[in-house]
């Protein structure tokens, strides 16, 4: 059921690009093992998941989504956001993260620049891209931390879930 989320070639990928060496590259510049590191969202699947941006194909404009999966980073980065949480620069977030973290989740492009190994992830960043090609130039790059392999899967497939909801709300697809 999660295949498509999770396992091969991601559908936007280069192909003169061999997937498993980047994800290796990644891991260690970010310091995480392979295994821990999966593209996810639209650039997995070739297309956002969200209706608000009407299912929009994926572009130079688009984000790349970089899941790392962490107990001990998320620790980590928990323990930290803790005492960063009342930070003035955070203050229309707070519910956001806290949200997140409940879900075993950090968004990593809020708080990145709060955390100790955020400088680290910050210049690693400028690398994948480039490494990508002048198609990705302009892509930026999203870190989302999770604290288990279950916490992932779980949370991108209530993304899908939510996707689906909204369309079907929204009228998506019926005409």
């Known amino acids: 059921m999660t295949a498509r989320l999770f396992d091969g070639m991601p559908a936007v990928w280069p192909q003169e690009l061999n997937y498993v060496r980047w994800r290796h590259r990644v891991a260690t510049q970010l ?17 956002s998941m969200n209706p608000r941006k009407e299912y929009k194909r994926f572009d ?20 930290e956001l803790r005492h960063i949480i009342d930070n003035q620069s955070l ?27 955020g400088e680290q992830w910050s210049q690693a960043r400028d690398l994948f ?24 899967r779980s949370y991108q497939l209530k993304s899908v879930s939510t996707a689906r909801d ?10």
Not at 62 to 77: H, P, Q, T, Y
Not at 129 to 136: A, N, S, W
Not at 166 to 175: K, T, W
């Open 31 to 47: 310091d995480v093992d392979p295994m821990a590191v999966q593209l996810v969202g639209s650039a997995r699947l070739g297309y």
């Open 60 to 79: 130079e404009d688009s984000d790349l989504d970089i899941a790392v999966v962490s107990l001990e980073l998320f620790d980590k980065a928990w323990s």
């Open 91 to 117: 203050e229309g977030k707070k519910n956001y993260l806290r949200k997140l973290v409940f879900e075993e989740c950090i968004a990593l492009d809020i708080v990145l620049p709060h955390l100790s190994f």
């Open 129 to 152: 891209i480039q490494d990508l090609g002048r198609d990705f130039r302009n892509c930026s790059v999203n870190y989302r931390l999770y604290r288990n392999h279950r916490s992932l």
């Open 166 to 175: 909204r369309a079907i709300e929204e009228g998506v697809g019926h005409g």
